[in-house]
């Protein structure tokens, strides 16, 4: 295995998405993607998914798309990256909305802990939507979500100490 080659492509997989992720938190008010509407006596998505949020996350992630396709142009090991990273921006945002609806589906509030998917929904999201471009390699895979396994619960600590958010997940 070419580990170097693992590790760029781990780079150029987990900046957009981690950025588009990131993102949306900094959105005080916006106006819910469900425009309040519940549906079977719950919200459909809940006030903690806005339009404004989404918006904040795919722009974020394509920028730095943009960027890493300005700065590293001729070195890139993926033709088109700018493609790549904003499939990986709007799939780790429709990740993170489809978590939030089935979390509502099974009776859990905005803002209530669900393990590994609270973690987990906007790089398989992302993942999702990133093969309309390409098949990621197995081992990259891998490494992406244990990554974000124990980076996620970290950085999400951090945001929750910064006053960022109200919950630390
Ligand atoms: N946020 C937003 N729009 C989005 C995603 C997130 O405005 N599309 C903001 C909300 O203020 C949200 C915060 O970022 O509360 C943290 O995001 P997240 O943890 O995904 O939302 P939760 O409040 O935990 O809601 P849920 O239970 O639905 O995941
Ligand atoms: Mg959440």
Known sequence: MDYFFILQMLLLYLIPLYIANAFPVLIK????IDFGKSYGGKRI????KTIQG???????????????CLIFSDLL????????????SIGAMFGDCAESFFKRRIGIKRGGR????DQL???LGGLLF???????????????????LIFHTLTNNFAYKLK??????
């Open 29 to 32: 008010k916006g106006k819910p």
């Open 54 to 68: 989404v918006m904040a996350g795919v722009f974020a992630g394509a920028v730095s798309g943009l960027l890493i």
């Open 45 to 48: 998505l809940g006030d903690g």
């Open 121 to 123: 929904d906007f790089v």
């Open 77 to 88: 090991i993926i033709q088109n990256y700018f493609f790549l990273a904003f499939l990986l």
């Open 130 to 148: 990133s093969l309309l471009f390409r098949i990621p390699e197995i081992e990259l895979v891998v490494v992406l979500i244990i990554l974000t």
């Open 114 to 117: 669900w393990l590994f998917a």
């Open 164 to 169: 960022l958010k109200k919950v630390p997940w």
